[in-house]
């Protein structure tokens, strides 16, 4: 993604140090990826939009999660 992207990962993991799906199950990981909420497919105003942003430990399981917070709804994710 290039330069400026790693630049905005990395400031969104200095403010946001923790995995948010580990975080509302009680443990805290640190985020290792920032990925989006809602698939951005290539639209650059929502790639760039940081109330997408979601950091995550980049695992199978929290690619599972994932899939359930885009079928549900993250705020129905929270809840479970």
Same mark, same amino acid.
């Given at each position: 993604?290039?330069?400026?992207?790693?630049?905005?990962?990395?400031?969104?993991?200095?403010?946001?140090?923790?995995?948010?799906c580990?975080r509302?199950?009680?443990?805290?990981?640190?985020?290792?990826?920032? +990925?989006?909420?809602?698939?951005?497919?290539? +639209?650059?105003?929502?790639?760039?939009d940081?109330?997408?942003?979601?950091?995550?430990?980049?695992?199978?399981?929290?690619?599972?999660?994932?899939?359930?917070i885009?079928?549900?709804?993250?705020?129905?994710y929270?809840?479970?």
């Open positions: 993604y290039g330069k400026k992207w790693q630049e905005e990962r990395k400031n969104y993991l200095w403010r946001n140090p923790l995995c948010v580990c509302a199950k009680g443990k805290f990981v640190q985020a290792t990826v920032v +990925d989006h909420i809602r698939p951005h497919k290539g +639209d650059k105003k929502l790639f760039w940081k109330c997408a942003f979601l950091g995550m430990v980049f695992t199978s399981v929290m690619i599972q999660e994932k899939a359930l885009l079928h549900r709804g993250f705020f129905y929270l809840l479970l």
